[in-house]
Nanobody, 124 residues
Framework: QVQLVESGGGLVQAGGSLRLSCQAS????????MGWFRQAPGKEREFVAA????????DYADSGKGRFTISRDNAKNTVYLQMNSLKPEDTAVYYC?????????????????WGQGTQVTVSS
């Protein structure tokens, strides 16, 4: 299995930026895809972005296209989510997840391991 720990959340004003990090351990990091999801109060958890095992392919939800960038450093066992031009509607708990089987995808059921989440709050 894989253990994941997110960090980098916080309070930021609208228009600001944050970079989330997710440190992985337990299995060769470069062998599986990674994703970011988020859950706002009263809403279901939703897909944000995903990256293939090599970093060569990425996918983004429409809500983050042009503002969010997912990347990974396999030497550091870490995946990142750079978020720019943040909006109040980006406020949520952000989770990273590992897909050990299928590769790049948006389906939460395909992800095997999840972090504990990090809170992002964007003030207007």
């Amino acid at each position: 299995q894989v253990q994941l720990v997110e960090s980098g959340g916080g309070l930021v004003q609208a228009g600001g930026s944050l970079r989330l990090s997710c440190q992985a351990s337990g299995r060769t990091f470069s062998s599986y895809a990674m994703g970011w999801f988020r859950q706002a109060p009263g809403k279901e958890r939703e897909f944000v972005a995903a990256i293939s095992w090599s970093g060569g392919r990425t996918d983004y939800a429409d809500s983050g296209k042009g503002r969010f960038t997912i990347s990974r450093d396999n030497a550091k066992n870490t995946v990142y989510l750079q978020m720019n031009s943040l909006k109040p509607e980006d406020t949520a708990v952000y989770y990273c997840a590992a897909d050990l089987t299928y590769g790049l995808g948006r389906n939460q059921a395909a992800y095997d391991s999840w972090g504990q989440g990090t809170q992002v709050t964007v003030s207007s």
